[in-house]
């Protein structure tokens, strides 16, 4: 007689075959790191998404990778160094610093208690957040971009740098400075 399944959720029923089908899972499971809360993003279910997480290293800035109980989430670290959530609202322009690293492009801000990256020119994006007093910014930009990649661009960080105001006219130069609109 085979056994009555109930309906479960995708993730669920992956949990419960991993842990069925593999004694070790189940030993991992029992003496690991606990499971990570953390709050999925609005756009979590984006497939795009899907792309990029099973793509994450196992490790980000020395940190191994543990479980959370949220679609489109990661952690790394026991307590948690770096989370990541895919499916944040993308960016739109903006003037907060924005850097380039390994191909992927980020806005960051640093809020004194942590640090926030989240891919600029990806949508979905993805929110990185991380105490840079255990993980380096390069560190984690750089481990994290090749399953960032897998989300395709359609933008990027441009660099406005300082400007300079063309010169004034001089009184006996009338047009001196001057920029025809073809220019």
């Known amino acids: 007689m085979s056994p009555t399944l109930h309906p479960l959720p995708v993730r669920a029923r992956l949990l419960a075959a991993g842990l069925v089908l593999s004694p ?11 499971v990570a809360d953390v709050e ?3 756009g979590a279910t984006d497939p795009v998404c899907a792309e990029a997480m099973v ?5 980000v800035a020395g940190f191994d990778r543990r479980e959370t109980d949220s679609q489109a989430t990661a952690v790394w670290g026991a307590p948690s160094a770096v989370v990541l959530r895919c499916g944040v ?3 739109g322009p903006t003037t907060e610093h924005c850097v380039t690293a390994n191909g992927i492009d980020w806005v960051t801000r640093d ?3 942590h640090w926030t990256l989240t891919t600029y020119g990806r949508s979905p994006a993805v929110e990185v957040v991380f105490d840079d007093t255990r993980a380096a910014s390069s560190s984690v930009m ?10 395709p661009a359609s933008g990027a960080c441009t660099s406005t740098g300082p400007t300079t105001a063309p010169p ?3 009184a006996g130069a009338p047009d001196a400075g001057r920029q025809d609109e073809g220019d």
């Open 55 to 59: 793509s994450l290293p196992d490790q």
């Open 111 to 113: 809020d004194q208690t």
């Open 40 to 42: 999925a993003a609005p």
């Open 168 to 170: 004034l006219p001089s």
């Open 142 to 151: 750089v481990d994290l971009a090749s399953a960032v990649g897998r989300i």
């Open 89 to 91: 609202p993308t960016p």
């Open 24 to 34: 070790v899972g189940l030993a991992l499971a029992a003496c690991g790191a606990p």
